[in-house]
């Protein structure tokens, strides 16, 4: 990695940011709903990405086009998961939840070979692909009368879909078109706040009986492991490239699991922690591409890439 230390404490804020975002929908079901939740969520978010947009000289584009696909990235990357999770952690552990969330590369990747985007079908990755799957179907245990077969880890599920839905749009249709990071960051939380609060009227008016447990932890979801969290992975996706800054997608389910035991005394079980890591070796497995050829330098490229920018 190229930046040392630093990359890596980044990568372990990253990976601390997102992975105790499971632990904060649990904490923050005890006063609200899971509507309210993503709807606080979202604007907290986004008020954190676009002071950081602004305030670095970035403006969001006006595009049209962009902005409509913008709304679909939202639409599956926030508005849907997030709900999803909080809905599902009202019935299993949030540790549980950051484990099936580990699956979705699994899915995307699955996604990509179904619409042909994805045409490096070696064996070592559709094996990964079906270890993973298998990993997943081990957490669930289906064959055993308190496996986790429950709506809940269906819900879960369900929004580690939707996150692969969005990564594979972003993908086709968002990547390469020359808007800056942080600003698309931006896009998308501001269009998830949108979706989010067309919804609220009809679906998120429920008793609120917040405390300040269940505030701080929204509080702390929204600004931390929503809006913060999306620039620093940008940041380490611009210093270290995809590849490495991927690397924290290893760790999120980790620090899931140990966060839901330690602070909310939640069991791991056996099965959990044998399905989780045949997940994460069927990620890795998925994520082997073919290495390009390195390209012959000439004295003149040797040069200019000594020379200061």
């Keep these: 990695m190229r930046g040392g230390s630093g990359t890596v404490v ?7 940011m997102w992975g105790s ?39 969001m584009p006006r595009g049209r086009r962009l902005w409509l696909d913008m709304v679909i990235v939202a639409l599956f990357g926030n508005a849907v998961p997030f709900t999803l999770f909080a809905m599902s952690e009202r019935s299993i552990d949030s540790g549980l939840a950051g484990v099936l969330n580990a699956t979705t590369p699994l899915w995307a990747t699955a996604i990509g070979i179904a619409i042909r985007t994805e045409r490096d079908l070696r064996f070592v990755r ?13 957490i669930f245990a289906p064959w055993e009368a308190g496996g986790f077969a429950s709506w809940g880890a269906l819900l879960s599920l369900l929004a580690a879909i939707s996150y692969a839905i969005s990564f594979t749009y972003i993908g086709k249709r968002i990547s390469g078109r020359g808007v800056a990071p942080t600003a698309l960051s931006a896009m998308q939380l501001t269009s998830a706040v949108g979706l989010t609060w067309v919804v609220v009227p009809f679906a998120g008016i429920e008793a609120v009986h917040p405390s300040w447990p269940s505030i701080i932890a929204v509080t702390l979801l929204g600004v931390f492991s929503t809006g913060f969290a999306f620039a620093l992975n940008h940041r ?17 389910p980790i620090v899931s699991v140990l966060l839901g035991a330690i602070t909310l005394h939640e069991p ?9 890591v045949v997940v994460l070796i069927g990620v890795g497995m998925t994520r082997l591409h073919r290495r390009a050829p390195s390209p012959v330098l000439t004295d003149e490229d040797a040069a200019a890439a000594t020379r200061p920018a």
Excluded: H
């Design 268 to 276: 791991i079980t056996l099965r959990v922690l044998a399905g989780m």
């Design 21 to 59: 975002s499971f632990l904060w929908i649990k904490m923050a079901l005890g006063g609200f709903s899971p509507i309210q939740i993503t709807a606080i969520r979202t604007v907290l978010g986004a008020v954190v990405l676009l002071v950081l947009c602004y305030s670095s000289g970035q403006r």
């Design 126 to 138: 559709v094996g990964g692909l079906l270890l993973g799957f298998a990993g997943t179907v081990v």
């Design 10 to 16: 980044r990568m372990g804020l990253l990976a601390l």
């Design 236 to 252: 380490l996706i611009a210093d270290e490239g995809a590849t490495n800054a991927s690397v924290t997608g290893y760790l999120l």
